[in-house]
Every structure is written in structure tokens, then in C-alpha cells.
């Protein structure tokens, strides 16, 4: 088959492999019709994340037609359409049952923070992903949800990442009636995170980032007002300045390990690769709330050491909440909102690619190229039609 090949930093190739079997009776094995790319994929691509091995498939977001299970597997069979949430969760363990999804301590059995996750590294369990023709899905009674009649394929792939990300960066801030929201990130999650602050009561929300095009959409999509931060001189002292000189109430980190703006930060954690990423987003994030405030943080680090004003967060007594998505958790809600209109994911979906052209797919997202939001790849034998 088919199917993306890690050959090390900034070079995914797309090759030939042989097709994943069953290995366990609680397997399923599920032909890929969508699997996109996304920014936790970038990590990985700019060799960030360790243990990342030559000769992975990545992908984490994952829609497709169940072709095999195993013996124990009951909830999906042959035929069915599914889409695969991106933790991989036992559905038992002592974090399991408190639906801490992206946590199971049994699929990522050597670990003691994130669960097992599709294509990303040893690090979170070394299993394949789905940017490929088939996958193999494991627990496959846990995670996989049968996609309803009504719904396309490009909404049911933004439903194993960015939505429930998105939701869950707001429901994590605490957003109480009224509150200014500033989302750091204007990628497919920091936008999603700013659709999803006003559900929970945000007065105002406003995003931050660099890149023109990607405030244009957030500005009209979420509604949101947006800054570039290369045309503040200083943006802690906006934030303060827009908020009355308090701060705002809640801001979320949609950024991450690979953020831009601050040269010391970039040079230490994404040059040298001495921190866990340049946590420049997030200290902003730490600067621009008020006394008292919440920092939600959804932008993926790496496991060591990063640079956070850790004096602020106690001086003003914030609360910082983070985590992996809980995908499996909030999916109810979520497809919910999708039918009722109130969340239409798919809009964020600006490009699909063909499987055979990972390589510059991946190229284009990292550099933000040809005014990419989020991008899909298309195996040969996926359904063409674009909803
Ligand atoms: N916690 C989870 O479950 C989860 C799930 C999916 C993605 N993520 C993480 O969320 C983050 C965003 O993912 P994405 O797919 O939207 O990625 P993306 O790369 O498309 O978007 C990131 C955006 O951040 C902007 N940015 C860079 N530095 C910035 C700064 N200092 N301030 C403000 N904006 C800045 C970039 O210009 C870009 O538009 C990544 O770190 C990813 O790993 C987490
Ligand atoms: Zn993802
Ligand atoms: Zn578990």
C-alpha cells in the first residue's frame, strides 16, 4: 500500500509498505478515504519529538471504511464508515474511566503523560498512521465512531482532532459570561478555540498571529477580532492596554512548540532543540491575563523543559489547565453542534491533496504556503466527491 515514510527532518516521502494486519483480537483494520495533516504533525516533522524513527507513517486524523476486525471486536464491523479519534484509549485503565482519553496508561504502556496516539512516535507508542491506505486501529471498540448517513467525510475528519481541540482549549479556560478571550494561534485549532469561546459566553475573543491570511478567515469564521503581532511593538502591552490595563480573563497557547516572535526562544527550543520547543505563545499567553486568570494551553511541547515566566503564573495566581484532546469524551456534543449547525467544521479545510503528494503537502503546511488552513490527503481509492 500506500503510505507516508519518515526520512527524517523536513522529509516525509510517500513508498510503498506492506498493508497492516490484525495483531490483536481487538483490532480493526480500517481503509483511509481522508487523513489530514496537522500542526501536531510538525512537531514530528521538524524532528522535535523524540524518538520519532525513520521509516514511520504518520497521521492522526483518520476517516475510513472498516475492511477487517478482530475476534473480540463488537461495536464496528466490515462495511461500516468511521472516523478515528486520534488518542488511542483502552477504554479501561484508571484515566480511561475518568474519560481522560488522551491519557490511557495502556497504550503507551512505558509512558506517564500522553496515551498512545496514530503516527507520532515512539514517544506516544510507536503505532502507524492513517496518512496512508489502510491503518491498523486498535481498541477498536474504544475510539472509532460510526459516521452518520448525514454527514460528509471532510466534517467526520474534522472531528477526530480539530474540533474537539478547539472546544476543549475553550471548555478548559473556564470561560465564565462576558470574558475576553485572547487566543494565541491562528491555525486550525487556535481558530476552532475562538469559534468555540463564544459557545461557552465569551464577550469578546480575539486572535493572535502573524500570518495575514489566516487572521482574515478567524476575523470572519469565528467572528474574532485580530491582530498580527509583527505590527504591534509589544503584544503583552496591547493586551493590556485593549483591556482596560487588567488583562484579559482567559487566554489559550493554539501555538505550541513551533512558535515564531521571539528570537531567544526560537533559537533554544526550536534551532538547538534545548527546550521543549519555544514556549513563546505561552508566555505571552501568562502576560496577557489578569490577575487571577486561566491559561489554556493545547499547543503541543516536547517532554523537556521549556521557558515559562513560572513567577507570573504565581504572583498573579492563574490557573493553567492543558491537556491532549479528549476526542472520544466530547464527541457526542460535538457532532450535536455539527447538525445543528451551530459548528461547520469543514469550512477550515482549504486543501485536498493527493496521498502520492504528502512530501509537498507537508512542505506547504510548515511554510503556510498558497494560503493553507488545514489540508486533507486523498488516498487513490478514496471518494473524490468534495462536499
Ligand atoms: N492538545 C491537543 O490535543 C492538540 C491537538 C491538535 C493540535 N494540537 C497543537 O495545537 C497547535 C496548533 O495546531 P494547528 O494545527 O492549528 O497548527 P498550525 O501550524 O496550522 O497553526 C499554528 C499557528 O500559530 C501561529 N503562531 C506561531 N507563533 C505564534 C505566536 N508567537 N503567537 C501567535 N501565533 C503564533 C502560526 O503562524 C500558525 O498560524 C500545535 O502545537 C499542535 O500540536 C494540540
Ligand atoms: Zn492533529
Ligand atoms: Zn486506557
Request: hydrophobic residues 40%.
Amino acid at each position: 500500500m500506500l503510505a507516508t515514510n519518515f526520512r527524517g527532518p523536513r522529509r516525509v516521502r510517500v513508498d510503498q509498505k506492506p498493508e497492516p494486519e490484525i495483531k490483536h483480537p481487538q483490532d480493526a483494520i480500517v481503509r483511509v478515504v481522508r487523513a489530514c495533516i496537522c500542526g501536531s504533525d510538525l512537531h514530528l516533522y521538524n524532528g522535535s519529538v523524540p524518538d520519532t524513527r525513520i521509516g514511520t507513517t504518520f497521521g492522526h486524523e483518520t476517516v475510513g471504511y472498516v475492511e477487517e476486525v478482530g475476534s473480540e471486536v463488537k461495536k464496528i464491523k466490515v462495511g461500516d464508515k468511521v472516523l478515528v479519534p486520534f488518542n488511542i484509549a483502552c477504554g479501561k485503565c484508571v484515566f480511561c474511566k475518568q474519560q481522560l482519553f488522551g491519557n490511557c496508561h495502556e497504550s503507551n504502556p512505558q509512558a506517564t503523560a500522553v496515551g498512545g496516539i496514530f503516527g507520532y512516535s515512539h514517544t506516544a507508542g510507536g503505532y502507524d498512521g492513517g496518512q496512508a491506505e489502510y491503518v491498523r486501529v486498535p481498541y477498536a471498540d474504544v475510539g472509532p465512531m460510526v459516521v452518520p448517513d448525514w454527514m460528509d467525510d471532510d466534517t467526520a475528519v474534522m472531528l477526530t482532532d480539530v474540533t474537539p481541540t478547539g472546544y476543549q482549549a475553550a471548555e478548559m479556560g473556564g470561560i465564565q459570561k462576558g470574558d475576553t478571550v485572547v487566543v494565541f494561534g491562528a491555525g486550525p485549532v487556535g481558530i476552532m478555540a475562538a469559534r468555540c469561546a463564544w459557545l461557552f459566553g465569551a464577550g469578546r475573543v480575539i486572535v493572535i498571529d502573524h500570518i495575514d491570511y489566516r487572521l482574515d478567515f478567524a476575523k470572519k469564521w469565528c467572528p474574532a477580532e485580530v491582530y498580527n503581532y509583527e505590527e504591534l511593538p509589544d503584544v503583552v502591552q496591547f493586551m493590556k492596554e485593549t483591556t482596560d490595563w487588567i488583562g484579559a480573563d482567559v487566554a489559550i497557547d493554539a501555538v505550541g512548540a513551533e512558535a515564531t516572535g521571539r528570537i531567544g526562544q526560537t533559537l533554544l527550543g526550536k534551532k538547538m532543540h534545548l527546550l521543549g520547543g519555544a514556549a513563546t505563545a505561552l508566555q505571552w499567553a501568562i502576560n496577557s491575563v489578569r490577575k487571577g486568570g486561566v491559561i489554556s494551553v493545547v499547543g503541543v511541547y516536547g517532554p523537556v523543559g521549556a521557558l515559562v515566566p513560572i513567577g507570573n503564573i504565581v504572583n498573579k495566581g492563574l490557573t493553567l489547565r492543558a491537556n491532549q484532546a479528549s476526542v472520544k469524551r466530547l464527541l457526542p456534543r460535538l457532532v450535536e453542534h455539527v447538525e445543528n449547525g451551530i459548528l461547520t467544521p469543514k469550512d477550515l479545510i482549504t486543501h485536498h491533496i493527493p496521498l502520492e503528494e504528502a512530501g509537498d503537502g507537508y512542505k506547504m503546511f510548515s511554510l503556510k504556503l498558497d494560503n493553507m488552513i488545514k489540508p486533507v490527503l486523498m488516498p487513490p481509492k478514496a471518494n473524490k466527491t468534495v462536499h
